[in-house]
């Protein structure tokens, strides 16, 4: 078959007279609305000026006033708000989604002087939003025009624009909010990232707020509740033959074992199954020498109070099979083997 022949025969009515799609022609529109979608988001990256980093300083200086974010749309629009409103207040930056429509009946109750607020449209013509805007400045908040067309009505009366690009709608009706809603939505995001570092905002106080669900479980979990203890934490001094290190590692069904200094019981190393391969190809008598001379010196570690998250970042920085916890004064407490952590869905 030619492909002019597959190209005609790509969509066929059914017995009802609607057009079906084969395989290849599907995935074609498939991968054509994503590949749209992703040139709205270029170009709005490629768009960013100083206007960006204005309403940046603008949320940042309202939030540092004890205010709050505003976020208001219609339609699609508002979808997108009030996913924003949840992304922003997960970082501590208080918002809230203002209905602009109802907030011409007693819901601008929710604006109080100082707030800024972030209208998103579009087409920067909605009449809701271009009705609201006046009333919002009225009622002293900085007000921002989120929208698709910097020469708008809605750009024209807020205080500050901020735009997003879109070369062309993927819907090919040319009707349905699309590549316009990605790009306004990873344009809000942007905000948000950007904000959360200028907030210096870490792992640990994105755990303080999301305590719920797998996210919560991993964020919150401290190595402490994770490691091995016990018989299931081998644990000699350096001095012990590698023979009994062998043993003491079978008996708690380990890959390692800690070594101690003699005196004070801080750690001295690690012995692993590696550094056991390694020694038998590298002496006749390992078993029965000191395991010290085998052992791996100033192993990384990781302190008892630590999230597990970090314990995840060493494993998957460093490459190791093994991590010793130690407590504040260096000596070892327990072990987290990285085979643990897919059971802890901590990866």
């Known amino acids: 078959m030619t ?56 949320i940042e200086r309202c939030l540092r006033a004890g205010r709050k974010i505003i976020f208001t749309g219609v339609g699609k629009s508002a979808h997108i708000c009030q996913k924003l409103v949840g992304t922003f207040n997960s970082i501590t930056a208080r918002s809230s989604f203002l209905d602009a429509t109802q907030a011409l009946h007693g819901d601008l109750g929710l604006c109080l002087d100082g707030d800024l607020a972030i209208l998103l449209s579009n087409s920067g013509e909605t009449e809701e939003m271009i009705r609201l805007a006046p ?36 819907c090919p009706l040319r009707l349905a909010p699309t590549a316009s809603s990605t790009a306004s939505l990873a344009l809000g995001d942007a905000l948000a990232m950007v904000l959360l570092e ?25 190595v402490a509740d994770i490691m091995r203890t ?13 023979r009994d290190a062998i043993h003491a590692m079978t008996r708690a069904k380990t890959g390692s074992i800690a070594l101690i200094e003699v005196e004070g019981g801080r750690l001295s190393g690690i012995f692993t199954d ?57 000596v070892p407490v327990g072990l987290i083997d990285n085979q643990d952590l897919p059971r802890l869905r901590i990866i």
């Open 3 to 58: 492909k002019k022949n597959r190209d005609t025969t790509a969509i066929q009515p059914d017995s009802g007279g609607r057009a079906t799609m084969n395989t290849e022609r599907i995935l074609e529109k498939a991968r054509q609305c994503l590949e749209i979608e992703m040139d709205a988001i270029a170009a709005t990256s490629r768009g960013l000026d100083e206007s960006f980093t204005t309403v940046v300083r603008e």
């Open 135 to 170: 009333i919002l400045k009225r009622l002293h908040l900085k007000t921002v025009a989120m929208t698709g067309q910097p020469g708008s009505t809605l750009c024209d009366i807020c205080d500050l624009p901020l735009t997003f690009l879109v070369p062309r709608e993927a």
């Open 198 to 222: 200028m907030k210096g905002f870490t792992e640990k106080d994105f755990a303080r707020f999301h305590p719920a669900g797998s996210l919560g479980r991993s964020l919150l979990l401290r």
């Open 230 to 242: 016990g018989a299931r934490f081998p644990k000699l001094p350096e001095t012990t033959l590698t």
């Open 274 to 330: 590696g550094d056991f391969r390694r020694a038998t190809v590298d002496s006749d008598n390992c078993l029965d020498r000191p395991v010290a001379e085998f052992m791996t010196r100033r192993p990384k570690t990781i302190e008892a109070d630590s999230l597990a998250v970090e314990a995840l970042k060493l494993f998957e920085k460093h490459r190791i099979d093994d991590l010793i916890v130690v407590d504040a004064d260096g």
